[in-house]
């Protein structure tokens, strides 16, 4: 089973350290980045990934102001 996961960090040295990371668990396919939260908002409904992983504070939106935003989560 493949678990479609999307990044949302605003840090790209970050983004590129958590895929890093994944790269050791093959079943999680990362689909999808975002830089904040308002491209993630864009992102999120067009992919339906069954993973986030979000930063807390992002400039503008953090990750719970995020979560708050999705109609499903």
Known sequence: ???KAVIVEDSRLA???????LKSHPQ??????????KEALALIPDLQP???F????????????LLE?????
């Open 54 to 65: 979000l930063d807390i504070q992002m400039p503008g939106m953090g990750g719970f102001e």
């Open 1 to 3: 089973m493949t678990i």
């Open 69 to 73: 935003q999705l109609e499903e989560v």
């Open 15 to 21: 983004r590129n350290e958590l895929r890093t990371l």
């Open 50 to 52: 069954d993973l986030l």
């Open 28 to 37: 999680i396919k990362v689909i999808g980045e975002a830089e904040n939260g």
